[in-house]
T-cell receptor
């Protein structure tokens, strides 16, 4: 049972390049989340999904897009990367709103 | 708007002393509240949650938290801190599936 798996674990992008971060969960969870973690800023919610085919904006959605075409996958896209998007990105999933969330190990993204 | 506040960037405590990490929240309706811990270069791990019922909830590793509706607070406590409790602690609040976290509090426990 792998839990929540994020791909890739590390990436360096040049300004203006695009990329997609993949989050996969094997627990049949309904809810999935993307966060970014920056020093002193805590975990900020980028986008989330309450079920297959649905997405919603979080606290800091600008510059990111997401898709949840399959229940087990939640993709985070950066269309034109900026240095301000240098961060550690975490994906999480959970079954119901009152249950604990399970986190991936994070993706460290550097935009130069 | 939904929000979570952790007023202390860092809490320092000597081993064996009680530990308290503060959290306040703002949300419409009844909140679901959580505490998580993060060790260096790791993802977050669940400690405990408040859904309903008893205002004092017990969780993993000897931690507990007290829910106070009138003060909109959910403080994390441990009666006797260990050096191994040194980590980054996050409070979180759920409202209709939107799970938001506070800025985190670094706990440093000295021998």
């Amino acid at each position: 049972n792998a839990g929540v798996t994020q791909t890739p674990k590390f990436r360096v992008l040049k300004t203006g390049q695009s990329m997609t971060l993949l989050c996969a969960q094997d627990m049949n969870h309904e809810y999935m989340y993307w966060y970014r973690q920056d020093p002193g800023m805590g975990l900020r919610l980028i986008h989330y999904s309450v079920g297959e085919g649905t997405t919603a904006k979080g606290e800091v959605p600008d510059g990111y897009n997401v898709s949840r075409l399959k229940k087990q996958n939640f993709l985070l896209g950066l269309e034109s990367a900026a240095p301000s998007q240098t961060s550690v990105y975490f994906c999480a999933s959970r079954d119901l709103t009152y249950t604990e969330a399970f986190f991936g190990q994070g993706t460290r993204l550097t935009v130069v | 708007a939904q929000s979570v506040a952790q007023p202390e960037d860092q809490v320092n405590v000597a081993e064996g002393n009680p530990l308290t990490v503060k959290c306040t929240y703002s949300v419409s309706g009844n909140p679901y509240l959580f505490w998580y811990v993060q060790y260096p270069n790791r993802g977050l791990q669940f400690l405990l949650k408040y859904i309903t019922g008893d205002n004092l909830v017990k969780g993993s590793y000897g931690f507990e938290a007290e829910f106070n509706k009138s003060q909109t607070s959910f403080h994390l406590k441990k009666p006797s801190a260990l050096v191994s409790d040194s980590a980054l602690y996050f409070c979180a609040c759920d409202s209709w599936g939107k799970l938001q976290f506070g800025a985190g509090t670094q706990v440093v426990v000295t021998p």
